[in-house]
């Protein structure tokens, strides 16, 4: 089964994409659609026809500011809120700003959103105060109808490539990357003038309690090595302490689903069927509610709709079962589980880093610009907050457009061939043993010092062991870890990233001593939020080869908030009324 094989060939384009998700395909087709003449090439580990977390099709879009139902400021407002405060709102408004004529245009490829009976756009209430969610009627296609603009494009599409390192130049900036066959191990260097992360999410961090490796929330495929790389390229990641924590189906492990569910009166209930929490969008806030009542001895927490008239719990079955997970349906029947009967058990996710459900990621300005020149990202892995399957369409073009500006104006950086030899080093090292312990072994004893000490809430001394024994992890993989061929060898890097991410949340945690964020950043040794010292972003990088952490300011901001507003996502829990 894939047989290594020796090789290496070289490649040049203007925009190198990595990562061809939903991100990963906007921004292509937008560098392309401004600059022709150009060369994009678009590089994924898998197959882009069916890669990311929309490959299987999305019910609809979370986050869509639709004219007449909200305004720019207002959902600038309503994440700013939703994020404890802790955002550079340029990007949030420069995303509200434009996310309409990217709905208008996905509408354009074929992909059908809710209507009303007037023709207008029918958009549901899900968050704590706007009216933001837009159901997808035809959500499975979505990916398809991506798939057939690229084509249409003509735009050149790497697929079973596996990105490892960034390479940089000597100036700094980027020079392109290396990227290793998933089928045959061979090596291929991409020569870019401009490089734009879109990895998506780091999802296979923490370890699913089903107990499979790659029963993850997220898609499995998405190991954090955007995070990874861009950390060895010397680019800031921020909050990364602000983990991704979500309520889902237990077992299932996807979502329950609040968005789809709850506009026809479904809702997250405790083990007497009563509601507990006023608002089902995921939030921190959100998540600790669901973890105290948990504690409180009321648990587990459930998905409730069999209050509801069969015709909705049809219609709801239908969006769930067969627009977005066909998997879900199949798992109810399987266990017997039926939504007229009886509420569904739900618990608390694994942990992950991830900027489209919370804010961790690779810092971004409005135009998805890291802090490596002509190093851009966008999607789960970019640090624009509750950014969701649109954010990665809306912010995938404006890092798309952006990059081709860039490219445009400057010429390959020059990059030390040395850096090739070296990465080529590292990433064949576990094919040169004869024995030694298999990837999954590894990836699995990392994942599982994720649960038990990295879980919040955060405890000091647990991390600080926790660290300790992921370095001991560390050192398997750097001196035993050992494959036979070259599927394991990418299960193997993978790994690496995996550790790499585990790392950088434990730096983070314990870096910003306070609690933020609900249960995402609940830290037991701080357990209040500490304004004075702690209203800042946190940038964590790669210094002199070292974990290094510092405070950033946050940005003034271009939506004011009212000082009783501020805290609204904190008046979670329903409080009983005489
Ligand atoms: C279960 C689930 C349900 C969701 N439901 C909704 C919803 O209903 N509405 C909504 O708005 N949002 C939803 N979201 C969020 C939304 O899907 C994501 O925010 C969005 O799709 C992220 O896009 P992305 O491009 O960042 O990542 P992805 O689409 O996941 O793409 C990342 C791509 O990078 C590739 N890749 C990773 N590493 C490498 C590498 N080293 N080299 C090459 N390629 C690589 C992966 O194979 C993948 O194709 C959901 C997410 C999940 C997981």
């Not at 701080?526 to 070292?546: A, I, M, Q, V």
Request: hydrophobic share 35%.
């Amino acid at each position: 089964m894939d047989d290594l094989v020796d090789g290496l060939s070289e490649v040049s384009c203007d925009v190198l994409v990595i990562g061809g998700g939903t991100a990963g395909p906007m921004a292509a087709l937008k560098a392309k659609l401004k600059n022709p003449n150009a060369t994009v090439v678009l590089l994924e580990k898998a197959n882009v026809k069916r890669s990311g977390a929309i490959s299987m099709g999305m019910d609809g879009l979370n986050n869509a500011v639709i004219p007449g139902y909200a305004t720019p400021e207002q959902y600038t407002k309503e994440i700013t809120i939703a994020n404890d405060g802790i955002v550079d709102q340029a990007a949030v408004y420069k995303y509200a700003e434009r996310c309409y004529s990217i709905i208008e245009e996905l509408d354009s490829f074929g992909i059908r959103f809710l209507k009303n009976e007037n023709g207008d756009f029918a958009v549901k209430k899900v968050h704590h105060i706007g009216t933001y969610v837009l159901p997808m009627p035809n959500g499975e296609t979505v990916k398809k109808a991506l798939y057939r603009q690229l084509r249409r494009a003509r735009l050149l599409i790497s697929n079973r490539y596996m990105a490892t390192r960034l390479l940089t130049g000597k100036d700094g900036r980027v020079a392109g990357a290396i990227a290793v066959n998933t089928r045959t191990a061979e090596f291929l260097v991409l020569k870019a003038k401009a490089v734009i992360l879109c990895c998506g999410a780091a999802g296979r961090l923490g370890l699913p309690t089903s107990g499979y490796m790659f029963g993850t929330y997220e898609n499995a495929a998405n190991s954090g090595d955007g995070y990874a790389m861009a950390y060895h390229a010397g680019a800031a990641l921020a909050n990364l302490e602000c983990f991704q924590i979500n309520p889902l189906i237990k077992d299932y492990n996807g979502p329950a689903c609040a968005y789809v569910a709850g506009p026809f009166g479904a809702y997250t209930a405790n083990n007497t069927g009563s509601r507990f929490i006023e608002c089902d969008y995921w939030s921190g806030q959100m998540m600790l509610e669901f973890y105290n009542e948990l504690q409180s001895g009321k648990g587990p927490v459930f998905l409730k709709l069999n209050h509801l008239h069969e015709k909705t719990i049809s219609e709801i079955e239908h969006t769930l079962h067969k627009v977005e997970r066909p998997t879900r349906g199949l798992f109810h029947e399987g266990r017997g589980t039926d939504y007229r009967n009886e509420m569904i058990e739900m618990h608390i996710s694994e942990i992950g880093l991830c900027s489209g459900h919370s804010a961790s990621g690779v810092f971004v300005d409005e135009f998805a610009r890291t802090t490596v020149p002509g190093l851009y990202a966008a999607g789960d892995m970019a640090s624009v907050p509750h950014n969701y399957m649109l954010g990665a369409f809306t912010n995938g073009s404006v890092a798309g457009e952006d990059a081709m500006g860039f490219a445009d104006g400057h010429d390959f950086a020059e990059f030390d061939p040395a850096d090739v030899e070296k990465e080529r080093e590292r990433v064949l090292a576990p094919t040169k043993r004869e024995d030694g312990i298999p990837p999954n072994q590894i990836e699995y004893k990392a994942r599982r010092l994720v649960n038990d000490y990295l879980q919040p809430p955060k405890v000091t001394r647990k991390f600080e062991l926790g660290q300790k024994r992921l370095g001991e992890v560390r050192e398997d993989m750097n001196t035993q870890m050992m494959v036979r061929n070259s599927h394991e060898l990418m299960r193997a890097l993978e790994t690496a990233s995996i550790l790499d991410c585990a790392d950088m949340a434990a730096h983070a945690s314990l870096y910003r001593t306070e609690s933020r964020w609900g249960l995402y950043h609940m830290r037991t040794d701080y357990p209040e939020k500490n304004n004075d010292e702690w209203f800042c972003h946190t940038l964590l990088s790669k210094k002199n080869g070292r974990m290094f952490s510092e405070k950033r300011d946050v940005q003034p901001y271009i939506v004011p908030i009212a000082d009783e507003e501020k805290d609204l996502y904190d008046k979670q829990r329903i409080r009983a009324s005489a």
